[in-house]
């Protein structure tokens, strides 16, 4: 349990202490922090724009509803060191002031990863490759400028995000390719280095799948093996209307957690658009084309489809409340339907229903059950 748990269960232990109701169901239901509280955290990923004030509703709901909060995107390699010599920091730093004013648990994203990397990392003035040696270089300096630059005042980061291929092999990205499959580990070891308290993730999307999750146990073990601090598996809810079962996102749980490390939900989002492609993935760079057949809900949704959503919301985070000693946080990505990614990926201009507030910034009907069934449940 990271120390920010901590903190929150004993709120929370001795506000029902105080208030003497310990087996009474609070009829006041109203936030997810709440009534998640002493559970796991609850969090949302938000955008620079949020963060400069360009969206106070959202902003609201953000500082009303979580505990936990990681950016969108503008820690990401190609917006924080787009160039060799360039760091960009007034966006993060932002972010980071932000999360402190309002005390909330917050999360660094991401520090190696193949997608939305700055090119250059990887080329020489020839745009050539660089040597294993130089990237490693390049990494070390990247991870420990950002790292060391928030040091104690980041609670957790995603440190390598989606190395593995959703049949369990290693991912051909030019951090494998020109580093080999000790990128990983080396990933760890300078983020440790640069700031020892901090929890440290390993985060990957379609980890339900059984070929992946064993491909990323193997990958934590082996780290585990070589004592290189590890100490949560982010598993990526980027969800579909039908994919993944319940179960199997469950099994995966089950299995990820007898490596003894904190687990995440993280990227939390649900959309019910048709799925233009054989392959589940979610893989930032698909782009297919917009039609009208893949965009069947842009004048509303209809009643029948929101209820199935809704049921399968409720349905996961009754999973997740059955295995809640398991979990540490659960993050949405994004606020409202208005702005989830999900609107333009992996087509653009869709309109897509897949978070738990509208684009009115209200909390859809049914979520009060989610949050009621997660305030009245009893640890078995
Ligand atoms: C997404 C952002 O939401 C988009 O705004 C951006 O254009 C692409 O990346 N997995 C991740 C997240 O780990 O960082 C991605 O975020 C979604 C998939």
Known sequence: MNRYKKQIVTVFALGLLLSGCNNTPNQDISTFKDAFAGKFLVGAAINV??????????????????????????????NIHPEEEVFIWEEADAFVDFAEKNNMHIVGHTLVWHSQAAPWIFVDDSGEDVSREEL??????????????????????????????????????????????????????????????????????????????????????????????????????????DIPKISEMETSIEKLSSLGVDLMVTEVDMTILPWPSDEVTAEVSLNYEL???????????????????????????????????????????????????????????????????????????????????????ETK
């Open 49 to 78: 724009g949020q963060i400069a004030g360009q969206e106070p509703k959202a902003i609201e709901i953000v500082k009303k509803q979580f505990n936990s909060v990681v950016a969108e995107n503008c820690m990401k390699m190609e």
């Open 291 to 377: 039609s009208k057949e893949f965009n069947p809900y842009s004048g509303g949704l209809p009643d029948s489809v929101y209820q199935q959503v809704m049921d399968r919301y409720t349905g996961f985070f009754e999973m997740f409340l059955k295995h809640h000693e398991k979990i540490s946080r659960v993050t949405f990505w994004g606020v409202h339907d208005g702005n989830s990614w999900r609107n333009d990926w992996p087509i653009e201009g869709r309109t897509d229903f897949p978070l738990l507030f509208d684009r009115n910034y209200r909390m859809k009907e049914g979520v009060e059950d989610i949050l009621e069934m997660a305030e009245n449940w």
């Open 136 to 241: 490693i270089e390049r990494m070390k300096n990247h991870i420990q400028t950002i790292v060391g630059r928030y040091k104690g005042r980041i609670d957790g980061w995603d440190v390598v995000n989606e190395a593995i291929e959703n049949d369990g092999s290693w991912r051909e990205s030019k951090w494998y390719q020109i580093i080999g499959p000790e990128y990983v580990e080396l990933a760890f070891q300078f983020a440790q280095e640069a700031d020892p308290e901090a929890e440290l993730y390993y985060n990957d999307f379609g980890v339900s799948g059984r070929s992946k999750c064993d491909g990323i146990y193997h990958l934590v073990k082996n780290l585990q093996e070589k004592n290189v601090k590890v100490d949560g598996i982010g598993l990526q809810g980027h969800l579909n209307f």
